[in-house]
């Protein structure tokens, strides 16, 4: 799926906003939508509703995001990070991820990491550097959307990487290797401005939102 819609505002301004607002819900009852969703998936925000954004957004419609249900748009998110070949981060690139991890201090995992992703294919690496800046400022927004780096981990680790084989590990394997995952994109959505320096920096800005309507003030 292109994750792409017909907008008035400029590129740079597309994506960072309107991917935030599904995960930043400040109402009770968003909330509580957004757990339903987590527990139930995609089918919380509607099967036809879903995929005729999805339809839309891929035949270039000229789509009013900031007026559709955050739940919906959280929906299309974790959908098209799941549907990406081979993951984002890159099954083949599993082990790579994980050794870098087991370096013995910060700065080193840093460094190491930031090895790892310029083995990306580009188009996965410009996904990420737009992804992670977005992911940071919700997590530095938990008052608001109730989302800590480690529970977006959590939400998002499975759909980002994975062993080449991780279909066929036995279960014990692959609790072990979700719990692996998931500490890798807490540590990525950290300290990702560390790991891209310049490269993540002004991707994603944070601008003042009307927490009764959930849309930005002017």
Known sequence: MAPRAKQKRSSRQKPPWILHQPLCSSS???????RRWEQKGQRAAGATELRNLKEALDHGADVDLPSQPEILLAAVLK??????PGKLLDVDLYQDWMRAMERPSQQARVEELRVVAEKLPAAHLLLLKRLLPLLQNIGHQVSTSRMTSSNLAICLGPNLLGPPDEALLPFEAMLEVTEKVKLLVEFLIENGSDIFGEEMAGQMSPE????STGRRRD
Not at 208 to 211: F, K, R, S, W
């Open 208 to 211: 003042p939102v009307d927490t």
């Open 79 to 84: 959908d098209f990070l799941r549907s990406i």
């Open 28 to 34: 009770r009852e968003q909330q509580g939508e957004m």
